[in-house]
């Protein structure tokens, strides 16, 4: 319509059809033209400036959303950080443990067979005393029966009494 209001002006008053009468009435309907998109613009522009306030809102409270779960997500990875440090100190001592345990065990069979080794030497040792004893038995009852036959001859000699067993031994 702009065009059409400009080739008008620029005719002019030559126009058969529009009357030099007419051209302030055409000048004042391109003001009201004009007031009218300068009005619509205006409401435009206040529409796209509360959008953009809307979005501007929006986006301050998604970085509030992102900032909070940015601390949140840090502390859970604080958390589990904190969880492999201790499960890695679990391990440590599992292992401690066992290595413990298997000294344990080792001690244990090394004592085992030292305590088996002492038995045996203790048992040798009595068995090699309970010769020993019966030896020395057998050397005493051998005193005592050459003392015997010493005591009896000396008697048979001198009483005339003879002990039973040695009637039989003669």
Request: aromatic residues 4%.
């Amino acid at each position: 319509m702009n065009k059409e209001n400009n080739n008008l002006l620029m005719m002019g008053n030559s126009s058969p059809y529009h009357p030099a009468s007419s051209f302030p009435d055409l000048i004042l309907m391109e003001l009201k033209q004009a007031k009218m998109n300068l009005g619509k613009t205006i409401n435009d522009l206040g529409v796209i400036q509360s959008s953009v306030e809307s979005l501007n809102k929006k986006m301050q409270n998604e970085k509030i959303l992102l900032e909070k779960t940015r601390e949140r997500l840090t502390s859970q990875f604080a958390g589990v950080s904190s969880l492999e440090e201790e499960m890695n100190s679990i391990k440590e001592k599992t292992r401690q443990a066992d290595n413990a345990e298997t000294k344990t065990k080792k001690m244990a069979k090394a004592s085992n067979f030292e305590a088996k080794t002492s038995m045996k030497k203790t048992a040798e040792m009595r068995w090699v005393a309970a010769k020993k004893m019966e030896e020395a038995a057998k050397a005493a009852e051998a005193v005592a029966l050459a003392d015997l036959r010493a005591l009896t001859s000396y008697c048979d000699s001198s009483s005339g009494y003879v002990l039973p067993e040695q009637r039989n031994q003669e």
